[in-house]
Nanobody, 125 residues
Framework: LQLVESGGGLVQPGGSLTLSCAAS????????IGWFRQVPGKEREGVSC????????NYADSVKGRFTISRDDAQNTVYLQMNNLKPEDTAVYYC???????????????????WGQGTQVTVSS
């Protein structure tokens, strides 16, 4: 399985971006997939995850109500719609995938998961 993130860029505060995590090499219908972000010098932060087989989602408190995760298994892609972006959302965003059943967890996806290379999101005026 390989993952490639895209959709990052520079956006003004209050703006929106949609990140994509495109998978290849395997179907991801049975994978839980998460979005994480990291700022240099800080710990990686879990942002959101979506369960396998179209199951439930989870969000970090810092993004609830602003970010929406979704998946299109026919396209083997997971999306992160980010609205009302804030400067503190600036980071490199990564997606990660792991074969998991049940409700997804940002804690369990990360270790041993398959990771993409990341995409930079910068929120600045």
């Amino acid at each position: 399985l390989q993952l490639v993130e895209s959709g990052g860029g520079l956006v003004q505060p209050g703006g929106s971006l949609t990140l994509s995590c495109a998978a290849s090499g395997n179907t991801v219908v049975n994978y839980a997939i998460g979005w994480f972000r990291q700022v240099p010098g800080k710990e990686r932060e879990g942002v959101s995850c979506i369960s396998s087989f179209g199951g439930p989602t989870n969000y970090a408190d810092s993004v609830k109500g602003r970010f929406t995760i979704s998946r299109d298994d026919a396209q083997n892609t997971v999306y992160l719609q980010m609205n009302n972006l804030k400067p503190e959302d600036t980071a490199v965003y990564y997606c990660a995938a792991k074969v998991r059943s049940g409700r997804c967890s940002l804690i369990t996806i990360a270790p041993g998961g398959t990771w993409g290379q990341g995409t930079q999101v910068t929120v600045s005026s």
